[in-house]
């Protein structure tokens, strides 16, 4: 979503985003891989919009042909 009518005053900030990622093989061409985030909003975010930080998390299995 563009953000418009954004404050003159609005910080220049946007954030940060710490992750972890790993990855495991299975063997027979299989592995599992995963990933959890956290974005923690700066003053940008705070100033124009929702300032609520982020979490996410995913999970995926992988395999060669």
């Given at each position: 979503?563009?953000?418009?009518?954004?404050?003159?005053?609005?910080?220049?900030?946007v954030g940060?985003?710490?992750?972890?990622?790993?990855?495991?093989?299975?063997?027979?061409?299989?592995?599992?891989?995963?990933?959890?985030?956290?974005?923690?909003?700066?003053?940008?975010?705070?100033?124009?919009?929702?300032?609520d930080d982020?979490?996410?998390?995913?999970?995926?299995?992988?395999?060669?042909?």
């Open positions: 979503k563009v953000r418009s009518g954004i404050p003159a005053a609005a910080g220049s900030y940060q985003e710490v992750s972890l990622a790993g990855k495991y093989d299975l063997g027979g061409g299989l592995s599992a891989e995963g990933a959890y985030a956290r974005f923690y909003s700066g003053g940008y975010v705070d100033d124009t919009g929702s300032a982020a979490d996410w998390l995913y999970l995926q299995l992988c395999f060669k042909l």
